[in-house]
């Protein structure tokens, strides 16, 4: 098998992971709650990376030079990331986050305009993001009119999530080519785990343990190992292969699958403004895809 096509089946099982994140996420946080769940997660997701780790006979050496660039990359990727998915998953429905997160790759070109680090705005950019923004806005005017204010909460704390996310994606590039993908994920996972332990236990101590169910918990598992584990890695191994801006063709295919699987578990119902808005963030991400092909076709002539 070539390096096309393995990056093609990572592709492809890494947005099956994130679109099924959704749907576990929603069953835990409800019993769980947010704060606890990501603590749960990190802790899955480290053990089970260090037994990856213990296996292959790695060890990682930290330069202090590059303990800002890990920290913040940290920060934003692990800590707030999750910190806000699972709070603004607690109040909206699972096929909202898979929408926000397919409008990563312009917020990753706008980071990259601001900080000069990436590729540039143009036409096609400033379609795709009106596109993405009339996308949302079609999902979320439904909310609006009726003034669900629960929902809205939730849709803007997820909003927040997403600019972490984009963020983690146009900063990580160097600490994926440096430390490689698994202990690059490692290495944040570490640091959030240790910085987070005193609210994390503080969390645990408040849960009604005996009241957890097993879906629940299958949720947290699920989200340690698959989502913070697996999935990270994918994640940052396929951007060893590719620049930040083009890595929204992966988060393509997450809003329809996350409503089928939402559809399938009877969180929500399948209606015209949700299609329609899926479609219009669709659209705007293929945009996004042709206009950074464009740019890097332009510099190698």
Known sequence: MNVQSKLILQILLMTSIVSFTNIA???????IGPFAIVYFRWLIAWFTLWLILKYR???????KSDWPLLIGLMLCGVLLNQLFFMTGLKFTVPSHPSLFYATTSIWVLLIGTLTRSGDGFNQRMILAAILSVGG??????????QWQADMLKGDAILFLAVLMWASYTAFGKKAVQ????LESTFIFLTIASLLYT???IWRLSMLPWDAISLKAWSGVLYMGIFTSGIGYILYYNVLRHLRPSQLGI???LQPPMTIFFSVIFGYEKIEWNLLAGTALVIGAVFTAQKSSISQSKIRST
């Not at 996420?25 to 019993?31: D, Q």
């Not at 949302?136 to 009119?145: D, E, H, N, P, S």
């Not at 440096?178 to 993908?181: I, L, N």
């Open 198 to 200: 005193p609210v994390g």
């Open 250 to 252: 992966m988060t393509s």
């Open 178 to 181: 440096k430390y490689g993908a």
């Open 136 to 145: 949302v806005a079609l999902v979320l005017g439904k909310y609006l009119f």
């Open 25 to 31: 996420g929603k069953a835990a946080v409800n019993e």
């Open 57 to 63: 006979g790695k060890s990682i050496s930290l330069p």
